[in-house]
């Protein structure tokens, strides 16, 4: 199994409070990825990163913010939680051009957040 | 906005039966690839297509791109309660992002 780590597991909270998730990778790969994922809707992409300080907003990015300050951590940060951010949070790592191509995405096991 | 759809939604099974789940779209993508998720747990890649028409086979699962590269299907022979899980499709497309399907989420009763 890849070595992806995910933190918290689990958390909740309250609106309008800030929120930062963490992926860890020991992997060294160059391309992490944050997506939610709901009933109905698979996994949406909210911000990948290409490289250190090198981040893409996805599909669904409003209300979430990513840095990259090392390879292997990625974090996401929820500025002021909305309900509608209640969610499982995946984080997803891939070698080579993950974008585009035909590289598996290895992923984490996920946080569940729920914003009461 | 490529978009990918799955069925069934939901499939409940005996052991030992076959079953066929797809994956479709209006969207030709240069890949595709299919994950199983288990409960609490990321999403575990089984497999990519990449050739219109190709059929990979994995034990009892047998997997196929369609001619035109807009849809996929996955074939269970003799399918076994370890096979429950949620299916999910990912195409990727040209110079774009994975764009995953909601799922077919899969039991199958002992």
């Known amino acids: 199994d890849a070595g992806i780590t995910q933190s918290p597991r689990h958390k909740v909270t309250e609106t309008g409070t800030p929120v930062t998730l963490r992926c860890h990778q020991t992997?060294?790969?160059?391309?992490m990825y944050w997506y939610r994922q709901d009933p109905g809707h698979g996994l949406r992409l909210i911000h990948y990163?290409?490289?250190?300080?090198?981040?893409d907003k996805g599909e669904v990015s409003d209300g979430y913010s990513v840095s990259r300050s090392k390879t292997e951590d990625f974090l996401l940060t929820l500025e002021s939680a909305t309900s509608s951010q209640t969610s499982v949070y995946f984080c997803a790592i891939s070698d080579l051009q993950g974008i585009g191509s035909n590289q598996p995405q290895h992923f984490g096991d996920g946080t569940r957040l729920s914003i009461l | 906005t490529q978009l990918l759809e799955q069925s069934p939604q939901f499939l409940s099974i005996q052991e030992g039966e076959n079953l066929t789940v797809y994956c479709n779209s209006s969207s030709v993508f240069s890949s595709l690839q299919w994950y199983r998720q288990e409960p609490g747990e990321g999403p575990v890649l089984l497999v990519t297509?990449?050739?219109?028409?190709e059929v990979k086979k994995l034990k009892r699962l047998t997997f196929q791109f369609g001619d035109a590269r807009k849809d996929s299907s996955l074939h269970i022979t003799a399918a076994q309660p370890g096979d429950t899980g949620l299916y999910l499709c990912?195409?990727?497309?040209?110079?774009?992002?994975?764009?995953f399907g909601p799922g077919t989420r899969l039991s199958v009763l002992p």
């Open positions: 990912a195409g990727v497309g040209y110079g774009q992002n994975f764009v």
């Open positions: 990163s290409y490289g250190v300080k090198d981040t």
């Open positions: 992997e060294n790969h160059r391309y």
């Open positions: 297509v990449v050739t219109g028409g």
